[in-house]
């Protein structure tokens, strides 16, 4: 199994209403969050970068990214505005095949709760296989000592 460093960033997000939206990012039971767009309006950018580890082929089919976009509240609990779901094991597959892959920024459906639309979020992802060196020498005080 190769292990992968998964990043994407965030280029336009777009809803109505006065909010500071913020992102929750989760892949495989890790969870990554954007800056709060403060100030931002309707239609905030991020434009930031996560990383994520993976391995490809993994033990399950889940390869999912799964993006939940909430609202920042200074004196209550933080609302949850929606969610969009990027399925990535067609990503994965390319780049452990070709040694990259990208997918260039698209729009992607948010939908609230009970499944209706409430916006849409513009991402690009990208991944390269991380390279494993190997290397037969030991570390001795800054002197490396062969095995043979």
Known sequence: ???????FFFLLFYFAGG????VLIQY????????VARGQGSSPVWNETFTFR???PGGNDEYKLILK???????????????STIYVKELLE???QDGKAEIHPQKYSIVSSDQ??????KVGISFIPKVESYDAGEDFGGWKESEY
């Not at 495989?28 to 800056?35: A, L, N, V």
């Not at 200074?74 to 505005?81: K, M, V």
């Open 94 to 96: 390319t780049g452990v």
């Open 54 to 56: 993976a391995e490809y």
């Open 1 to 7: 199994m190769d292990e992968i460093n998964l990043r």
């Open 116 to 121: 209706s639309f409430n916006g849409e979020i």
């Open 19 to 22: 909010i500071d939206p913020y």
């Open 28 to 35: 495989k039971g890790q969870e990554r969050k954007s800056t």
């Open 69 to 83: 976009i909430m609202d920042h509240d200074t004196f209550s609990a933080d609302d949850y505005l929606g969610q």
